[in-house]
C-alpha cells in the first residue's frame, strides 16, 4: 500500500497496527522529509482529531 491511497483516518489506522502491507521508502533530505509528514498531517486534520483509546 502506498500511503498516498490512504485517505480515512480508519485507513490510516489500520496502516499503523500493521493490517495493511507497508512499503517504506526514505527520499529527499530532512526538509523534504518533514514536509512530507507536515502534509500527511495537514490531510488528516491531525491538529482537530481528539484522542481515544
Not at 7 to 33: C, P
Request: proline share 0%.
Amino acid at each position: 500500500m502506498n500511503i498516498e491511497n490512504l485517505t480515512t483516518v480508519e485507513a490510516l489506522d489500520s496502516f499503523i497496527q500493521g493490517n495493511q502491507t507497508a512499503v517504506i521508502t526514505v527520499l529527499g533530505d530532512k526538509k523534504e522529509r518533514y514536509q512530507f509528514i507536515q502534509s500527511k498531517l495537514i490531510k488528516f486534520c491531525y491538529i482537530t482529531l481528539s484522542i481515544s483509546s
